[in-house]
């Protein structure tokens, strides 16, 4: 006559752990959604760990790569020597990877974190109420790619892979600072 719904139950349960675990366990690439860019960059003023403020005109002038990202997200963490790479390889152009971290508290996780794996480029601390000028972040690893001029020209959402910045921001290396639009002079 059939099986009774009991005697089943361990085999389903068995193969649904097996499969949960084999997909888990797959090789990981980097998984992205790229948003068009549009308009102005939101202002922002993040510190460091130090308490040293920093804005978008510290670095006005330069293609910017905002990086969202936390010591205790898996993807963000991955998607860091990419960003490291990507970052080495175009400083000398006037391009600056950035780390956001919205740690909360940022101490003391961000600084052993920094102690013991530190990126070649600043890492700084996004608060919530700076947070909420990008929309608020609501996934990360969450990049914004910001044009000399101040302008979004992509933003990624997951993990981004240094092959992808490459294509997003070689048309911006060779665009020039338009004086009125860059966020020095609002």
Not at 32 to 38: A, D, I, K, N, S
Not at 117 to 130: D, Q, T
Request: net charge positive.
């Amino acid at each position: 006559m059939g099986m009774k719904p009991s005697a089943y139950k361990p085999w389903l349960v068995g193969v649904t752990v097996f499969l949960a675990v084999v997909w888990f366990m797959r090789p990981h690439k980097p998984q992205f959604l790229r948003l068009p860019g549009r308009g102005n960059a939101p202002a922002w003023n993040f510190t460091d760990l130090a308490g040293r403020h920093f804005s978008a005109t510290n670095f006005a002038g330069q293609i910017i790569v905002l990086n969202f990202w936390a010591t205790w997200c898996p993807p963000c963490v991955r998607e860091l020597p990419e960003l490291a790479a990507f970052h080495r390889a175009h400083t000398n152009q006037g391009v600056t990877v950035i780390g956001a971290s919205i740690d909360d508290p940022p101490e003391p996780a961000l600084r052993t974190y920094l102690q013991r794996s530190p990126p070649p480029y600043p890492v700084l601390i996004a608060s919530p109420p700076e947070r909420d000028g990008f929309g608020g972040v609501s996934q990360i690893p969450e990049t914004w790619v910001i044009d000399r001029n101040g302008r979004v020209a992509a933003r990624y959402l997951g993990p981004i892979s240094e092959a992808e910045l490459n294509r997003a921001v070689a048309p911006l290396l060779g665009s020039p600072v338009t004086p009125a639009a860059s966020p020095a002079n609002p």
